[in-house]
């Protein structure tokens, strides 16, 4: 008989077991060491006491958690990639009688074993799928967990260390306790064609089926056609989702999916559920400042949220498959999805590799086919690199390899499509192909954009455009006039050109009736080795906000033209000091989606302008005007919306960089300043500066942010820095190449 009570465990986790499995999160109760063990014995070495001897080195950690939370931007190290161990004790107590016990794993990079006392139970290769290990032999009561995970460097597995990201390690999304009863399934597969819902018929199911408003519209087996009547379908604005209810026996699994289709037009535009829909859309890195890979649920939920409100309706999940609970919420947010595995660069290896890249998509696909936003399944990126295995590109076992993983992937799902991209040699394989397009940053002028867009357009019969736009570090702007048509900008780093470059890009796709659409690269800045001179040492820059999610100002071009909500945003909100001569008339750009718009400039009206797309920069919300010397409010007003910045306007010229000002903004934010020998501000300088403190304090650095780095490149000649304080005092000390280090005392 199974038992129902209520369970308590030693990480203080409460469930109450009703009918079905019970699912238990492990986050709480965990030491960890960053280097390899002997054995398990020495993981749980007995002192006198009977408890595990006491290590200075092991810490106690809360899951999610990943051992490159910081060393992944830190610009004095290389990150670390080798082997590191958790320990717990878990109480088991499974209520159903002959019962299965597993632990299960949404993630953990890159390798894991999975130990009970001394007896390995189970292990796993690849950092992104979800995975289980049955403990239930080990029996009940308090058992010694310990888990050793290992991102070494091996090019026998996917993704490869060439790859423009970290190959973070550690338990970096959650592990559950899992109690089954004796008869059960790990998973159940759905699948929507149409109106008919086909529920895993590999098993014997009994099926209940909810629509939206909790209304059941279908009760039954499995067995029998399944075809929902009067269907609300699933749409980006109406993200209608339906919920399954299936028996098992004794085990219940509940997932929700949504109908709803779709169409990539040969040489022409998407359409989902019969409309042409733009895919406006974005890529994300499971990565954040201060914790590396394992975000938190509400760090993740931010981040979707803050897409959507972007008014993107795409995202492509580079380069593996993410944690479930984004999935879940580009379900219930309405982001059509492009997944893939992690093949990415390097080449192709032998068949430990070409094995690993089958089973990651099979269990990607498995793991994720009920969810209505997916769309694409991605076979892999950039696959053209060589560098692995040899200096040239081995083509013939790349297509091998790639046309093997696109039949598999119709085998399992025959209503999704397959795409990759930047692999030319392989662009017929697929179903839909993305080439390498960066007008104005690695190649030609952002105007020559609709060119090179409408030759892929024509050349590829399902062309969709993945990846384009360019590097921007936070806080640095530039006065003087851009070009349009000068030719690629790649340095430039100033958000004043990416905005630029962004918003031409989304003026021409707006008028591109045969465009399928695209995804700009990317939204958030990420931790990658390969980038160890960025303005932000080791951070991929092309984020529209930073790595912490703070907007840039380019988040604000997407949103004017993307969202449906009201916004109105004034471009400089990080910019203090605005330079010229007096008298000089200064563009004041203003980025907002309403049809009229009223600049003032120190109180006084400069005009009303209305919104022109064709009117580039800004739509037509752009203004020319003359600034006071010292301090000037802009603000911007629509019908229903205001905005309002102020900043200081400087007139004086500069000469060499001599002096460094080091200023507290805030009682936690410090300001370095470079000045030549007058003591003015060099404001177009971008020079090394680097932070240092003694005393009482401590700098909040390694965050891979323009205010949280101790090592970063001057922003229009100021860098910042954040720090953490109890009462004491601190000397903070900043430096910047041969000009005589500064210090200040709190």
């Known amino acids: 008989m199974r038992k129902r009570f209520i369970l308590s465990f030693s990480t203080c986790v409460l469930a109450v077991i009703t009918s079905a499995q019970v699912k238990l999160p492990l986050d709480k109760g965990w030491q960890f060491i960053r280097q390899d063990m002997a054995n398990t014995w020495e993981v749980f070495r007995p002192a006198k006491t009977g408890k595990p001897e006491s290590i200075p080195l092991w ?25 590191a161990w958790y320990r717990t004790t878990l109480h088991v107590d499974n209520p159903y009688d002959n019962g299965h016990t597993l632990l299960e794993f949404e993630g953990s990079g890159q390798k894991t074993q999975v ?15 979800r995975w289980t290990v049955d403990i239930t032999g080990c029996g009940a009561g308090d058992l010694p967990i310990a888990i050793r995970c290992d991102n070494s460097r091996d090019v026998e597995m996917i993704p490869s260390d060439m790859s423009d990201f970290c190959l973070y390690g550690g338990l970096y999304r959650h592990v559950n306790l899992l109690y089954m009863p004796k008869d059960y399934i790990e998973d159940v597969r ?14 014997d199911l009994q099926v209940e089926i909810f629509d939206t408003r909790g209304q059941r519209v279908f009760k039954g087996s499995n067995r029998q056609p399944i075809t929902i009547k009067n269907p609300a379908y699933w749409d980006v604005d109406n993200p209608q989702l339906y919920t399954a209810r299936i028996r098992y026996g004794e085990q219940l699994i509940e997932k929700r999916f949504g109908l ?34 394992a975000m938190n649920d509400c760090q993740i939920r931010r981040e979707i949220q803050q897409i959507k409100d972007m008014g993107a309706n795409f995202i492509r999940l580079g380069h593996y498959q993410q944690n479930d609970l984004v999935l879940q919420l580009c379900d219930s947010l309405g982001l059509l999805v492009w997944e893939e595995i992690p093949w990415c660069r390097g080449g192709v290896g032998g068949e430990r590799y070409q094995q690993q890249a089958r089973r990651m998509l099979t269990n990607m696909i498995n793991q994720h086919r009920h969810h209505p936003s997916v769309i694409l399944w991605g076979l892999g990126n950039e696959n053209d690199w060589p560098g692995d295995f040899s200096d040239k590109v081995d083509t013939i076992g790349i297509r091998t390899l790639m046309s ?27 179903d839909v192909y993305s080439p390498s397009i960066w007008a104005g940053w690695y190649a030609r002028r952002f105007t020559d954009y609709s060119e090179m ?39 430039d780093w100033s958000e004043s050109y990416i905005v630029r470059l962004y918003d031409w890009h989304l003026k021409e796709q707006a008028q591109m009736p045969n465009l399928t659409g695209t995804a700009f690269w990317t939204f958030k800045d990420f931790c990658t080795p390969l980038r160890p001179d960025n303005p932000i040492p080791y951070v991929n820059q092309k984020g529209v906000t930073e790595r912490d999610g703070t907007p840039k100002e380019s988040y604000y071009v997407f949103q004017s033209y993307w969202s449906k909500k009201p916004m109105l945003h004034i471009y400089g909100h990080s910019w203090p000091v605005r330079w010229g001569n007096e008298g000089e008339p200064k563009e004041i750009l203003v980025y907002s989606n309403q049809p009229e718009v009223e600049l003032f400039v120190n109180g006084i009206s400069a005009g009303r302008h209305h919104r022109d797309m064709m009117d580039y920069p800004a739509q037509g919300f752009h203004w020319n005007v003359v600034l006071k010397k010292g301090i000037n409010t802009i603000k ?47 404001l177009d300088n971008s020079d090394w500066m680097e932070f240092s403190i003694i005393g009482d304090g401590k700098l909040l650095e390694n965050q891979g942010t323009s205010t ?13 820095i954040r720090v953490k304080s109890q009462t004491g005092d601190y000397i903070v000390g900043v430096r910047c190449g041969k000009i005589k280090a500064v210090e200040g005392t709190r």
């Not at 970063?712 to 000649?717: D, E, F, L, M, P």
């Open 404 to 430: 093997s993983l696109n039949t598999l992937a119709h085998q399992l799902d025959p209503h999704r499509l397959t795409t990759i991209r930047r692999c030319d040699f392989c662009a017929d394989i697929v």
């Open 708 to 720: 949280g780095s101790r090592r970063i490149q001057a922003a229009n000649g100021r860098a910042t």
């Open 260 to 293: 709803r289709t779709f169409e990539f037009k040969e040489h022409g535009p998407f359409y989902l559920n019969g409309r042409r829909l733009l895919l406006n859309g974005t890529h994300r890195h499971e990565d954040h400042a201060g914790v590396g890979a």
């Open 453 to 491: 867009e409408q030759d892929a357009i024509n050349r590829y019969p399902r062309f969709l455009h993945a990846e384009w736009g360019g590097d921007s570090h936070a806080g640095r702007h530039a006065e003087s006039g851009f070009d349009i048509e000068a030719g690629d900008r790649n340095g």
């Open 636 to 682: 911007a007003a629509s019908s229903v919306l205001t905005d309002e910045i102020t900043f200081e306007y400087q007139t004086e010229r500069w000469g060499k960089p001599a002096t460094i000002r080091l200023s507290r903004i805030n009682d936690n934010l410090i300001e370095a300043q470079l000045c030549d020998a007058n003591g003015i501000r060099c």
């Open 59 to 83: 810490q106690d950690v809360t899951l999610p958690h990943c051992y490159n939370a910081d060393d992944g931007v830190n610009h004095a190290v290389n990150y670390y990639q080798g082997p």
């Open 190 to 203: 759905i699948d929507v064609s149409g109106h008919t819902v086909t529920i895993d018929p590999r098993y």
């Open 115 to 129: 130990y009970v006392g001394s007896r390995l139970m189970g292990s796993h290769v690849g950092g992104y799928d």
